[in-house]
């Protein structure tokens, strides 16, 4: 009966993880994942749907699946009177969330307390909702602000052109309005820490998937004011948060050290990357890592003055901070090298007029 009942709970958990990922053609996918009928798959979905863990729409091959919510909460919060961020959590969002294994509760406590700061600190909003649905598979958590909207506000303070080159600089790190008082890598930090992450506020959306090497922005119409942030989780997540920062610290101090840059940020729609501003752009702030990776994921082409600006001219003023391209293609590599070549002809003539 033990290895009976094994299998069952192995085929009821493939079902949850395959309804996460899309809701269509469960019992078929278990069929053959298992080598059962479809009749023997879908008493497995039936006893679930029975026992509230999963929602059923539609019928024959048409039926659908998803994940129901186990557990509900939200709560608003006036942001005008005394609420500090590790008082929510103790008082409220920690006891909400349930029973965890001790990494994937740091890694809620990080996020929760990050972004809970954060809407207290810079959004200039009166209140915030705090929500968390949790799933048989996951947890997700949303807390939303009814302020200025954060990348408005990072445009605002740091003199952008655009909203959208907002994400670019949160998706480097260390961005903050408040140096003063933050170091600007919460948000980094926390969007890496989780499967997944995103924000939504004015027209732009932004979202970061643990395990990619790149984040998302889209624009929508209509969006609303305010800041609205989701971060979901696996119940079962082996993740340890120590080794999301270690894998950008340095080895000496285990400050902040290296970033990930994505290249496509720096355009605008269909544009191509050509010219020097574009590379200025993109190369804002970078001066305050160690190490610099930028990654040409969905760039196909590049001008020479673009990279000039990047591998020479950028390079000769910062010889201490590494450089390197990630994801790139044949033609973008040529034009790297020979921005490159450039610069080792720049130095052996300066050494030379020197001595």
Request: net charge negative.
């Amino acid at each position: 009966m033990t290895g009976v009942r094994a299998r069952g709970e192995r085929v009821r958990q493939f079902i949850l993880d395959r309804v996460e990922q899309s809701p269509n053609g469960v019992a078929q996918a278990v069929g053959e994942k298992f080598g059962i009928s479809r009749q023997a798959a879908n008493i497995h979905l039936r006893r679930l749907c029975d026992e509230g863990i999963l929602e059923r729409s539609g019928r024959t091959r048409a039926t659908r699946y998803r994940l129901a919510a186990l557990s509900r909460w939200s709560r608003r919060y006036k942001l005008r009177t005394e609420q500090a961020e590790d008082v929510v959590w103790a008082r409220d969002v920690r006891g909400v969330l349930g029973e965890f294994p001790e990494n994937a509760m740091t890694i809620w406590h990080y996020g929760f307390t990050e972004m809970f700061n954060n809407a207290i600190d810079h959004s200039e909003a009166g209140t915030v909702v705090v929500s968390v649905a949790r799933t048989a598979v996951n947890t997700e958590m949303t807390i939303s602000d009814d302020g200025c909207g954060i990348f408005r506000k990072i445009q605002r303070a740091l003199g952008l052109l655009d909203e959208r080159h907002s994400v670019l600089e949160l998706s480097k790190g260390k961005l903050t309005t408040d140096p003063q008082y933050h170091t600007g890598e919460g948000i980094f930090f926390t969007s890496r820490m989780f499967d997944g992450f995103e924000i939504l506020s004015g027209d732009i959306y932004f979202a970061h998937e643990f395990g990619s090497a790149e984040d998302w922005i889209l624009e929508r119409n209509g969006g609303s004011a305010g800041t609205t942030v989701m971060m979901k989780l696996d119940n079962r997540t082996t993740r340890i948060a120590r080794e999301i920062f270690d894998e950008y610290a340095s080895e000496d101090d285990f400050g902040f050290t290296k970033t990930v840059v994505p290249v496509r940020m720096a355009r605008y729609g269909e544009d191509q990357l050509i010219s020097r501003s574009q590379a200025k752009r993109l190369l804002a702030r970078v001066e305050l890592f160690e190490t610099v990776l930028f990654d040409f994921r969905e760039v196909e082409t590049v001008g020479p003055a673009f990279i000039d600006e990047m591998f020479r001219v950028f390079a000769m003023r910062h010889p201490e901070i590494e450089l390197a391209a990630v994801n790139t293609n044949p033609a973008i590599d040529r034009t790297i090298e020979r921005a490159r070549a450039n610069l080792k002809v720049l130095q052996t003539r300066l050494q030379e007029e020197a001595s």
